[in-house]
């Protein structure tokens, strides 16, 4: 079990810094929904629209650079392919209807829940200790993206937040995952010099 841990892992772990900067964006994200909850709609698609086009592509360029060290690069290819169409659709209609704008991002953060989830399934099946962390906040990262969809009537500034809160969600998320491929990485350059 645990060599297939390193089998897969390990490789991706040279991406850690990406995930990094990906939590980081969206802890941001996040923050500035809730400092900002009554900005105008063309500045609040816009922005998130521009930051999932930044999302996109650190996905696509981390894929790119290791490509040939992970044995999953199509799907993180996939990802980064979907954040930047994301993003590009956002910033082309950011002059339709508040909800069509928060129901875009609250699919995008339903996929990327369901992405959360199924890794922290993979941890799991790994015996990884600390998988439990990373399936509550893909867990968390579906609710709020589900309330935003469940609820447009409410609207307003409950919208705003529960989306504030699932960018929360997934950029402890993508942070707590840099923390672990950091530490795989560094299991795995123990043992290649233990060889």
Not at 47 to 56: S, T
Not at 82 to 103: F, H, K, N, R
Request: hydrophobic residues 55%; glycine residues 10%; proline residues 2%.
């Amino acid at each position: 079990m645990q060599n297939s841990l390193y089998n897969v892992v390990a490789p991706m772990s040279k991406k850690w810094m990406v995930n990094f900067i990906l939590g980081l964006l969206f802890v941001s994200l996040g923050t500035w929904t809730f400092m900002t909850p009554l900005e105008g709609l063309v500045s609040f698609t816009g922005f998130f629209g521009l930051a999932m086009i930044i999302a996109g592509l650190f996905e696509i360029a981390g894929t790119l650079i290791y490509e040939n060290s992970t044995k999953y690069w199509g799907w993180h290819l996939i990802n980064g392919t979907v954040d930047i169409s994301i993003g590009i659709l956002l910033i082309l209609e950011s002059s339709t209807a508040m909800e069509l704008a928060l129901y875009i991002l609250a699919v995008w953060l339903f996929y990327k829940g369901l992405v959360a989830l199924d890794l922290s399934w993979n941890v799991k099946s790994w015996n990884h200790r600390r998988w439990g962390w990373m399936f509550v906040l893909g867990c968390w990262t579906l609710v709020f993206s589900l309330l935003t969809m469940a609820f447009p009537i409410i609207g307003g500034l409950h919208n705003f937040y529960t989306i504030a809160l699932g960018f929360l969600g997934f950029g402890t998320f993508n942070i707590l995952v840099a923390y672990y491929l950091n530490k795989v990485q560094k299991k795995a350059k123990a043992v290649q010099i233990t060889r």
